[in-house]
């Protein structure tokens, strides 16, 4: 069943049942009652992850919060996608826009990995959470990604599960097209690698290449920044071994 965009989607922490009530937080609450000036009995859709989606009511617009109240689920809960997406992060803006995008695409799991390259020290799993709850809000998502700590390239690999094939974009590739890589994975849970704005190093590399587990697929003729070959390559991804 696709979702509804017509209607306000709200993504909220607490269990979803018929009559369930409850108060929105303090900031979807300024939302609904001053954005987009919601009257008591009227309708959005609620979502937590975990019970489905629910066509719910606002119930009462108190003075420091709107009551809302579940009235019939809508959708039921899907199984979160297995597309396990391990990206070096990036400058926060273009961070950002990479998550949203993965989340969009299908991404299961969202593994932040730190290589020789990675430009970016800190990293705020907190902002990513909330990036990935926005994304599945506004483009009718229910399953939202598991947001994982950092790990170095070298643990990542070290502690890798051999029944995952684990995708990686090689610039450096022979060839300009993936697809005869890609068509030939037969394992049914897959994992996308993409490396940062400078690439792998050549020890990344050949720590990558010489591994079971892992293909190297090349990304075309043209040099794309690493959030465009993120993009990229989970469409790719999607549409010869994913769900497309």
């Not at 922490?13 to 009227?42: K, N, T």
């Not at 890589?181 to 190093?201: N, W, Y």
Request: hydrophobic share 45%; net charge negative; glycine share 6%.
């Amino acid at each position: 069943m696709r979702a509804n965009y017509k209607m306000q989607r709200l993504f909220v922490p607490q269990d979803l049942a018929a009559e369930a009530s409850f108060d929105a937080d303090p900031q979807q609450s300024h939302y609904l009652s001053h954005v987009l000036r919601m009257a008591e009995g009227a309708e959005l859709l609620v979502f937590n992850g975990r019970d489905g989606e629910w066509l719910a009511r606002v119930a009462a617009k108190k003075k420091k919060a709107v009551l809302i109240e579940a009235v019939e689920q809508t959708r039921p809960q899907p199984r979160t996608p297995d597309l396990h997406y391990c990206f070096a992060p990036l400058k926060q803006g273009r961070l950002d826009y990479l998550v949203q995008k993965a989340v969009e695409m299908g991404a299961g799991v969202l593994q932040p990995v730190v290589t020789q390259h990675t430009q970016v020290s800190k990293i705020g799993t907190e902002r990513l959470a909330a990036n990935a709850v926005e994304a599945a809000e506004q483009c009718g998502i229910l399953a939202i990604p598991e947001v994982r700590d950092a790990l170095k390239l070298e643990r990542l690999l070290g502690d890798w599960d051999p029944n995952r094939r684990l995708i990686f974009c090689d610039e450096s590739a022979e060839t300009d097209n993936p697809l005869p890589a890609l068509q030939g994975i037969a394992e049914r849970k897959i994992a996308l690698l993409v490396g940062p704005e400078g690439g792998f190093s050549d020890d990344e590399r050949k720590t990558l290449h010489a591994l079971p587990f892992v293909t190297a697929i090349p990304l075309g003729p043209r040099i794309l920044r690493a959030d465009t070959a993120a993009v990229a390559a989970l469409a790719l991804i999607q549409a010869t071994i994913g769900d497309w």
